[in-house]
Every structure is written in C-alpha cells, then in structure tokens.
C-alpha cells in the first residue's frame, strides 16, 4: 500500500491553505489504494456564449460580498454602539460568509475562464471541508444569535446576567471548534475510501455527493456518518430557531402597544430574514427530490446558498438595521473628514 504523496500539484488558482490545513494533521491513510490524483470540474461548460457575462457578474458579485461583510466587520469593531453580543457574533457570521464563498467562487472563475477546470483530489475534498464547515458554523451560529433575540424580547430583566461578553466568546469559539472537529472526522473518512474513476465532476465546485460518486468502495459508512453529524449542527439548531422564534413571535403579540410591538419585531426582523433565507436555500439544494432535477437546476440551486446567502446577510443588517446604518454614517464622516 502507499501512502498518498503530499507532493500533488496544485493549481495556482487553488486556496492553498486547503491543501495546508490536511498536512497539518498529517493524515495516515495506508489504507487507501486510490488511483485518482486530479479530478475535472465541468463547471459552467455548458453556458456557451454566455461564459464571459456569467464571469463578470460573479466576480462583481464575489467582489460586493466581500467589501459588504468586510464593511460590517469594521463597522463593528470600531463603533461602541455596536459592542453588543448580537454584532459579536454578526461578525463570526460575516467571517463565515467570507470562507464560504472564497472557498467557493475563484475556482468557480477558473472554470468559466479556461472551461473545464482541473484540480487535484485532496484540494477537491478539501474544498468540501471548508464549505461543510461555514455552513455548520452558519448554522450554530444563527441559533445562538435567535437565542440572544429570545432573552431580549421575552426575557430582557435576566438578558444582561446570561450574555455576558466571556459567554459570547466561548459560544464562538465553541462553534468553530465544533464546526472544524465534526468535518475533520468526515474528511478524514472519505479520504479512506478507494477513488479508482471517473475523475469527472458535473458541477462547479466539489460537493459532498459529487466526491463519492468517484468512489469505487462501499460508501455507506460515510453517508451513515453525514446523516448522524446532521443532527447537532443542522437539524437541532434549526428545531432551537424555530422553538425561539414561536416564543418571541408570541411574546411580541402579546404586547398591548402598537409602537413597542413594532420596534420589538424590528430587532429581530433581520436575524430572521437571514435565517429564512438560509435554511430555504438549503432546503431547495439538498431536501427536494433529485431524480427530477436536471444539472442546469443544481447548479443554480447550489449558487442559491454559496453565492447569495453570504451576498444577502451583510445587504440585509445593513438595509434593516438603524445602528448600522448609523454607525456606517459616522465612518464615513470621519474618513471625509481626514482627507
């Protein structure tokens, strides 16, 4: 048996720290016979004409997002306003949002640009852990943010007891931790498994399903293990959101003022549309029925949450929230006024 060499070339257009992340922990797979060493992203190959305003608008796109959640992360770093746990971990989200699609979108550019993409299999996987990993961070953390809203509007008197801003930081870090863990143990599982061809992907990035299609082994142990792991950090954060939000929509009913009714469904109309959003696009890629589905609607449905979840989340806490709005403002004052 050998051992897979880590001398696999990669691609200049390749986040290299995917590749470094797996030689970090140093992987043993001396049981592993694959013969793939590359795998070909068809990527857009089948948009013809249209690849080069395809190409201009995801790379204005990718540019947009980054500066939008790069623009929140400042925003509230800098405004004290703005030092409160739902910002905490509004910037963990913007962090998330910017790992998801720059894992995502420069290979996808690759591909629009020379048609048919190449890249090697453990930067293919690697790839898929990093996005498994933004959405579980996702995921974890809009809980805890739907949880900070439900102890501000249904329990405000013991809101500054609970979110203190060491509780914050370990929830956090608690998420990433756990995000990281749960998708090593999954990489590290289909890194076991024979890869013998074809070394072919029909979509514009390497997702969960495409990677084991390529497998020539039995990969029942593998999906077994996806299922579990989507439990904790999918379908249990997604029960707690839900719980809160029919708490909190309750509560805010209840209220006999008109205006205060207002202004508390205001303080959590964004979190929420966010969390719409996310767990809708999801829903559509990877719960509705995939027979019926042909490759043109994958792909589209992918680009739903790779691409425009993380475009949305930093336009919406802007568009819908006064503290931004007002925080951005100032900054902007004070810039003009340096110069």
């Given at each position: 048996m050998k051992k897979i060499s880590t001398k696999l070339q990669i691609n200049t257009n390749n986040?290299?720290?995917?590749?470094?992340?797996?030689?970090?922990?140093?992987?043993?797979?001396?049981?592993?016979?694959?013969?793939?060493?590359?795998?070909?992203?068809?990527?857009?190959?089948?948009?013809?004409?249209?690849?080069?305003?395809?190409?201009?608008?995801?790379l204005l796109v990718y540019c947009v997002t980054i500066c939008g959640n790069f623009t929140i992360i400042t925003l509230v770093s800098t405004s004290k306003n703005l030092h409160t746990p739902?910002?905490?971990?509004?910037?963990?989200?913007?962090?998330s949002d910017i790992m998801l699609i720059t894992d995502i979108v420069p290979n996808a550019l690759y591909c629009l640009l020379v048609e048919v993409g190449?890249?090697?299999?453990?930067?293919?996987?690697?790839?898929?852990?990093?996005?498994?990993?933004?959405?579980?961070?996702?995921?974890?953390?809009?809980?805890?943010?739907?949880?900070?809203?439900?102890?501000?509007?249904?329990?405000?008197?013991?809101?500054?007891?609970?979110?203190?801003?060491?509780?914050?930081?370990?929830?956090?870090?608690?998420?990433?931790?756990?995000?990281?863990?749960?998708?090593?143990?999954?990489?590290?599982?289909?890194?076991?498994?024979?890869?013998?061809?074809?070394?072919?992907?029909?979509?514009?990035?390497?997702?969960?399903?495409?990677?084991?299609q390529l497998s020539c082994s039995d990969t029942s142990i593998v999906e077994l293990e996806i299922t579990l792991f989507c439990i904790p950090v999918i379908i249990l954060p997604f029960i707690f959101i839900t719980s809160t939000y029919i708490c909190i929509i309750s509560s805010i009913l209840r209220i006999q003022s008109h205006t205060r009714r207002q202004k508390a469904f205001s303080t959590c109309s964004s979190h929420l549309t966010v969390v719409s959003i996310f767990y809708g696009t999801l829903s559509c890629t990877y719960l509705l029925p995939t027979k019926g589905q042909t490759l043109k609607l994958s792909k589209v449905l992918s680009l739903l949450y790779t691409v425009g979840t993380p475009l949305l989340n930093p336009i919406i806490y802007s568009l819908r929230n006064k503290d931004i709005k007002q925080a951005f403002t100032k900054l902007i004052h004070k810039s003009s006024f340096r110069i």
């Open positions: 986040i290299g720290v995917f590749f470094a992340f797996l030689d970090y922990f140093e992987v043993e797979l001396k049981n592993n016979t694959s013969t793939i060493t590359s795998v070909i992203i068809l990527g857009f190959s089948d948009i013809g004409r249209f690849r080069s305003i395809f190409f201009t608008l995801l739902m910002y905490y971990f509004l910037t963990h989200l913007s962090i190449v890249m090697c299999f453990r930067c293919c996987v690697a790839q898929y852990h990093f996005l498994a990993v933004a959405l579980c961070l996702e995921c974890l953390l809009l809980a805890i943010m739907s949880f900070d809203r439900y102890l501000a509007i249904c329990s405000p008197l013991h809101y500054t007891s609970i979110m203190k801003m060491s509780f914050c930081q370990n929830m956090a870090f608690f998420s990433w931790i756990l995000s990281f863990l749960i998708i090593w143990v999954e990489t590290v599982t289909i890194h076991m498994l024979d890869f013998c061809g074809p070394n072919i992907i029909h979509h514009y990035f390497c997702d969960f399903s495409p990677i084991i």
